[in-house]
C-alpha cells in the first residue's frame, strides 16, 4: 500500500454527482472522515472561494470527481460551459490542493479523452495520437488538461496527484431523461413504460454498436483502490473489460425487468455513433482489482434506483 486512507480528512468533489456520491457511499467503508460541500456553500469554478474552502478544511486527501457534464446534446449546445467550467474547476482544485499540501489527488476522466478511431479496447497510451470525437471534443479536452496538470503537478512540485479514466458509468443517481441521458439508463426507462402498456421497445440506430459498461460502485471501488495502491504519472483505465451490443444489452434489460416477451424495434433514423467503445483494463487489474458487480446484477439495482428516483420525484 502507498498511500493509507484510516485518520484522514477525505474531501469529495462532485459528492452529488452519480460517480462522486457512490465514491462518498464508498468511503464510509474507510476509517476517514468524509468532507462535502455543496454548491449553494461553494462555487468550484471560483478560484479564491475554493482557495478559502480548502484552507479552513484542510482536507489531505482528494477525489475530484466534479465536473460539468452531460449527453451529447448538451455538449454542442453549451460547449463555452464544458470546456471553461471544467477547466475552472479543474485549476481551482488543484491549484488548491497544492496550496493547502493535500497528500494525494485522483483526479476522474473520461473515456471521451481518447482518439475517436483509437485502436480497441483502448489502451492508455492511446491518449493524443489522433482526433477526438467532435461531438465531445470541449469536455475531452478540458479532460486532457486535468490529466496534464496532474502530471505537471507531479513533475514540477513532485505531488503526488494520480489520474483514472472510467468507461460508461450506470447506477443509482443515473440521468434517466430520455433527451439527455446515455443508453442504459434510457433503456431502463423505455423498457419500464413499453412493459406497462405491452408496446415495443423502442433503440435508437441499428443496435449493432457495441459498449462497455461498469456499475458506478465498482468504479468508485476502483477509484479507492487506486488511491490506496497507485502512486504514478500515468493514467488508469477503469472498466469492465467486456462490451456488448446495443441489441443484446436492450434484451438484458427486458429479461431482467421481466419484459423478455417483448417486441424490439430500432430507429435508424439516430445516430449509432462510434461502432464500438472498449477499454482495455489490464493495468487495473494488473494492481489486483476486477469488477464485482456483473451486468445482470447492477441493472436490476439500477433499475430499483430508478423506480425509486421516480417515486421522490413524484
Ligand atoms: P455514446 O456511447 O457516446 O455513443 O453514447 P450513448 O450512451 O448515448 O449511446 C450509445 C449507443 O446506444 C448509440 O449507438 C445509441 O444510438 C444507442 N441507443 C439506443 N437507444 C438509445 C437511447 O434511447 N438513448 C441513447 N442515449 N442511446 C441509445
Known amino acids: ?146 490529466i496534464k496538470l496532474a502530471q505537471a503537478y507531479r513533475q514540477q512540485y513532485g505531488c503526488d496527484y494520480i489520474s483514472a479514466m472510467p468507461t460508461n458509468l450506470y447506477g443509482p443517481g443515473d440521468n434517466f431523461d430520455l433527451n439527455s441521458s446515455h443508453v442504459l439508463p434510457a433503456l431502463i426507462r423505455k423498457v419500464h413504460e413499453a412493459r406497462l402498456i405491452g408496446a415495443p421497445v423502442q433503440v435508437w440506430g441499428t443496435g449493432s454498436p457495441r459498449r462497455e459498461f461498469l456499475y458506478v460502485d465498482d468504479c468508485a471501488d476502483a477509484c479507492v483502490h487506486l488511491m490506496k495502491v497507485y502512486s504514478d504519472k500515468g493514467h488508469v483505465n477503469v472498466g469492465s473489460g467486456e462490451d456488448i451490443s446495443i441489441m443484446e444489452l436492450t434484451r438484458l434489460v427486458m429479461d431482467v425487468l421481466d419484459y423478455a416477451r417483448g417486441e424490439v424495434v430500432t430507429d435508424p433514423s439516430k445516430p449509432d455513433g462510434t461502432p464500438r467503445k472498449l477499454m482495455d483494463n489490464s493495468r487495473l487489474r494488473s494492481f489486483g482489482w476486477a469488477p464485482q458487480v456483473s451486468l445482470r446484477e447492477g441493472v436490476a439495482r439500477a433499475y430499483a434506483a430508478f423506480l425509486d428516483q421516480a417515486q421522490s420525484a413524484a
Not at 456553500?41 to 478544511?57: I, S
Not at 465536473?67 to 446534446?73: C, D, E, F, M, T
Request: proline content about 4%.
Open 1 to 146: 500500500m502507498t498511500y493509507d486512507l484510516a485518520g484522514k480528512r477525505v474531501w469529495v468533489a462532485g459528492h452529488r454527482g452519480m460517480v462522486g456520491g457512490a465514491i462518498a457511499r464508498r468511503l464510509a467503508d474507510e476509517q476517514c472522515e468524509v468532507l462535502t460541500v455543496g454548491r449553494e456553500t461553494l462555487d468550484l469554478t471560483d478560484q479564491r472561494a475554493v482557495l478559502d474552502w480548502m484552507r479552513k478544511e484542510r482536507p489531505q486527501a482528494v477525489f475530484l470527481a466534479a465536473a460539468r457534464v452531460g449527453g451529447i446534446l448538451a455538449n454542442s449546445t453549451y460547449p463555452v460551459d464544458f470546456l471553461r467550467d471544467n477547466l475552472l474547476i479543474e485549476t481551482a482544485i488543484f491549484t488548491g490542493a497544492h496550496d493547502v499540501g493535500v497528500e494525494k489527488l485522483l483526479f476522474l476522466g473520461s473515456s471521451c479523452i481518447y482518439p475517436k478511431f483509437a485502436p480497441q479496447p483502448i489502451q492508455e497510451d492511446a491518449l493524443l495520437t489522433g482526433e477526438l470525437e467532435p461531438t465531445n471534443e470541449w469536455y475531452a479536452i478540458a479532460k486532457i488538461a486535468g
